[in-house]
């Protein structure tokens, strides 16, 4: 089936841990995103990437950091400098200016 | 800073009834609109995008637009319980290269 995988679906972080969340998209897209999720707030968005070895920092990418060194992949780690890592991660794809699209996220909590 | 706005609701409405979800934006050159459902702890899931003025139908959703307004809304024909969910608006600003602002999300309850 094509989609977008993510994982794991449920992650905890003990204190000066750094955590790393995976993506995988197979639908062929060239952009993929993070996005951090609080409850009752909107989709704020950390980190994106255009092309296979370029990404862009969104609005809130301190604390975070990511790679693409292949068009499927996007991973996303949560460094121990993000002191309030809680929260629900979620990834999405799409073709360049198309709709995006996400997987099923991932839910982090601190230990 | 440029953002989306939503009223947070709870929206209620019966069953078999329109529901009327709204938003406006603050970038006047912003091109591209989108619809989310989000149930409770599920991701979002796209149900309607809209680039022009005017409405845009799909079953028994139709999104409006409204750029001289800067106002955009979603209206569901028929609510069905099912239909209950965090509806969020978001917009791709001008020049975003697909980049998109997110509103904080109306949450709809059909009652039956």
């Known amino acids: 089936d094509g989609g977008i995988t993510q994982s794991p679906k449920y992650l905890f972080r003990k204190e000066g841990q750094n955590v790393t969340l995976s993506c995988e998209q197979n639908l062929n897209h060239d952009a993929m995103y993070w996005y951090r999720q609080d409850p009752g707030q909107g989709l704020r968005l950390i980190y994106y990437s255009q092309i296979v070895n370029d990404f862009q920092k969104g609005d809130i990418a301190e604390g975070y950091s990511v790679s693409r060194e292949k068009k499927e992949s996007f991973p996303l780690t949560v460094t121990s400098a993000q002191k309030n890592p809680t929260a629900f991660y979620l990834c999405?794809?799409?073709?360049?200016?198309?709709?995006?699209?996400f997987g099923d996220g991932t839910r982090l909590s601190i230990l | 800073q440029k953002e989306v706005e939503q009223n947070s609701g709870p929206l209620s409405v019966p069953e078999g009834a329109i529901a009327s979800l709204n938003c406006t934006y603050s970038d006047r050159v912003s091109q591209s609109f989108f619809w989310y459902r989000q149930y409770s702890g599920k991701s979002p899931e796209l149900i309607m995008s809209?680039?022009?003025?005017g409405d845009k139908e799909d079953g028994r959703f139709t999104a409006q637009l409204n750029k001289a307004s800067q106002y955009v809304s979603l209206l569901i024909r028929d609510s069905q319980p099912s239909d209950s969910a965090t509806y969020l608006c978001?917009?791709?600003?001008?020049?975003?290269?697909?980049?998109?602002?997110f509103g904080k999300g109306t949450k709809l309850s059909v009652k039956p």
């Open positions: 809209i680039y022009s003025n």
């Open positions: 978001a917009e791709a600003p001008g020049g975003s290269q697909g980049n998109l602002i």
């Open positions: 999405a794809s799409s073709r360049l200016n198309q709709p995006q699209h």
